[in-house]
């Protein structure tokens, strides 16, 4: 069993010696972030609880609930030790939290189950689907591929943005998915999650540090001052995330 632990808005001149008394308290690992604001969040590990040393430092954790999957697959249940930050994207995308995650990504990105969803905005660019041009608001059937769309969104931004997690081309090429379906769209997200290092903090139920880390992948996603990293889009709130993640884990 594991917990994580998290301490944030800690000065630079004070990272080095948050990082050696979580060592001393027996941290397993140890990872600190670069806020926007210039401080940085420290997060550690700790393997079992009961026998850690009391921090001096004072820190907080989000517990969120736990549940249980009535589905077949032994890899869906939130408490799953086979489960880690390690496993493949595929194993991953079957974790009842990753899964939650997932809707969470359509619920801030506003694309619902809309795999087809292209950035909101005036096409001014299609290739595949040159019918398109000049409308506005599409989404595509055609999911053998990314759509490479090009939406002029407002008059300082032009985005590719596509699918129900809005893959900007350049990035789902990156990826190396065999086509845009629904199942490579979700193992893709969850490729994505794997990148920004939010799996951990997911599986070990610390959401805002899974959702600051995914906001330099999901503009929509808010850093840990509330805005969004890229700016062109208003972030949900925290609020708003946590209300959609705990709807759906039950």
């Known amino acids: ?32 972030i670069l806020q926007p604001d210039g401080n940085f969040t420290i997060i550690a590990i700790f393997d079992d609880p009961s026998s850690k040393k009391e921090p001096t430092s004072t820190r907080k954790q989000l517990s ?28 991953l995308v079957l974790h009842q939290k990753i899964k939650a995650m997932l809707e969470v990504l359509a619920f801030t990105e506003g694309t619902g189950n809309d795999y087809g969803k292209i950035v909101e905005g005036t096409v001014i660019s299609s290739p595949l689907h040159p019918e398109l041009v000049g409308k506005k608001n599409v989404s595509v059937t055609d999911l053998s591929q990314h759509p490479n769309i090009l939406v002029q969104v407002n008059a300082n931004l032009k985005s590719s ?6 893959f900007l081309k350049k990035t789902w090429d990156k990826l190396e998915m065999p086509d845009f379906q629904p199942k490579s769209q979700d193992i893709a ?6 990148k920004r290092k939010m799996i951990q903090p997911l599986l070990s139920g610390d959401l805002h540090s899974a959702v600051f880390r995914g906001s330099q992948e999901w503009a929509s996603l808010p ?6 990293f890229f700016g062109g889009q208003p972030a949900r709130t925290l609020s708003e995330i946590e209300t959609k993640y705990k709807s759906s884990l039950a």
Not at 3 to 29: M, Y
Not at 66 to 90: C, L, P, R, Y
Not at 189 to 194: C, F, G, W, Y
Request: glycine share 8%; hydrophobic share 25%.
């Open 223 to 228: 850093t840990q001052s509330g805005g969004s």
């Open 64 to 91: 969120l609930p736990t549940v249980e999957s009535t589905g077949s697959t032994t890899n869906s249940k939130t408490g799953d030790d086979s489960i880690s930050s390690s496993s493949t994207a595929e194993e």
């Open 161 to 166: 943005a596509a699918g129900r997690y809005q």
């Open 1 to 32: 069993m594991t917990t994580t632990e998290i301490e944030r808005d800690v000065p630079s001149n004070k990272v080095d010696n948050k990082i050696a008394l979580n060592k001393a308290s027996g941290a397993k690992s140890i990872e600190k």
């Open 189 to 194: 997200a969850v490729k994505l999650m794997k």
